[in-house]
């Protein structure tokens, strides 16, 4: 493909509670055995981009860990490959990434020495599938100098989240705001962007210079009325897990027969970090319906309608409802767990009830389970 790749996973998310304090949105755990960013990455492979640089920054030590060998997402190239970008202290510049168009000047070596005539911006907390090509073929076709990903919500979910779009019949954008306050449209971002790097770089410097730091808001917002910015509308499935509900109803998503064969049946496929472990354990008497369970876990009690993660123990008479156990969780005989989200290598003592009463709840269990 005659572009690059860039993913801005370096952000932190006011809203998803204590399961921010350990990891940057795009390593959080997703459908039993993946993390947010292999979605995007995978996306990548497989409209064939070889050149993809991730932009870290917050709590980056489990994104890192996780991206430390690029075999995963064929990007173990002579030519092309993954590139991890984190904030380095320089003569010329002491500061972190102040935004996400800063993040980009900091490493414009990047873009300034490629050779390839487009770039793919998108973030590292979208869960979808898409041929980037498609995208291209349209920007090409519009004679764009930007074109926006956008989905259309259904009637009901919360826009205000996110940069909200209005455009023409041709396609083009007349309206962006971003987080609005109160809105009646329903045509979001998705955070995907395609623009040509010659254009982008000369975005990003005059940004710099004039201290402008938001790819949103000091470039698309600002140039939306000067520059030929137009809106691809995504068909199939999308969602932005930046919040504790989003994550938990996007999991959930993928107990229903439609969603799940979408993202792990169908071609092209998504490709995660393969752990070394053995299948999942169901022991005599364990019950478990409708849910999604990872390898290296042991089952004694009753599983229903729930995601459990790598390496989870269910210890006797426990009783796990409309709830997702992270990676590496002891769960104590006789404990009852509803509508929660249980933090990874959580030890959860026996006799313990967590209900989530209207909400989820996360369960967080300050103990020291790893001692020396």
Not at 173 to 180: L, N, S, W
Not at 327 to 343: A, K, M, Q, R, T
Request: charged share 25%; net charge neutral; hydrophobic share 35%.
């Amino acid at each position: 493909m005659r572009a690059i790749g860039i993913i801005l996973a370096g952000g932190k998310s006011n809203h998803m509670g204590e399961l921010s304090n350990k990891r940057a949105i795009a390593a959080m755990p997703m459908a039993g055995s993946y993390r947010s960013i292999d979605f995007v990455l995978s996306n990548m492979s497989n409209s064939h981009i070889s050149k993809v640089g991730v932009f870290i920054q917050y709590n980056a030590k489990t994104l890192n860990e996780h991206l430390s060998s690029s075999k995963w997402w064929d990007f173990g190239r002579k030519q092309g490959g993954l590139y991890v970008f984190t904030p380095t202290i320089t003569a010329d510049n002491s500061f972190w990434y102040r935004g996400t168009a800063d993040a980009i000047y900091q490493n414009l070596d990047f873009l300034k020495n490629s050779h390839e005539p487009y770039v793919i911006i998108a973030s590292g907390d979208g869960i979808y599938k898409l041929d980037y090509n498609k995208v291209l073929e349209y920007h090409i076709a519009k004679k764009a100098d930007i074109t926006v990903v956008c989905k259309q919500l259904e009637i009901g979910e919360d826009a205000k989240r996110f940069g909200v779009v209005k455009e023409n019949q041709d396609g083009r954008i007349i309206e962006f705001e971003e987080k609005p306050v109160v809105t009646e449209h329903n045509l979001v971002s998705a955070g995907i962007y395609v623009i040509r790097r010659r254009q982008l770089i000369d975005l990003i410097e005059k940004s710099a210079l004039e201290e402008r730091y938001d790819f949103v808001k000091d470039i698309l917002i600002r140039y939306k009325n000067i520059k030929n910015i137009y809106a691809y509308q995504l068909e199939s499935y999308w969602s932005n897990i930046a919040t504790t509900n989003s994550y938990f109803k996007t999991n959930m998503d993928f107990l229903k027969k439609d969603v799940r064969e979408f993202f792990l049946k169908q071609y092209p496929d998504i490709y995660s970090k393969v752990d070394d472990l053995p299948p999942a354990k169901y022991n005599l008497g364990s019950v478990v319906k409708n849910s999604l369970v990872s390898s290296g876990c042991i089952i004694n009690g009753e599983v229903t309608d729930s995601i459990l993660f790598k390496k989870v123990y269910v210890g006797n008479n426990c009783v796990i409802k409309n709830s997702i156990i992270l990676n590496d969780v002891y769960i104590g005989d006789n404990s009852y767990i509803e509508n929660c989200i249980v933090e990874s290598r959580d030890t959860i003592r026996a006799n313990t009830t967590h209900v989530g009463e209207g909400e989820v709840k996360i369960v967080v269990e300050k103990n020291e389970r790893y001692v020396l």
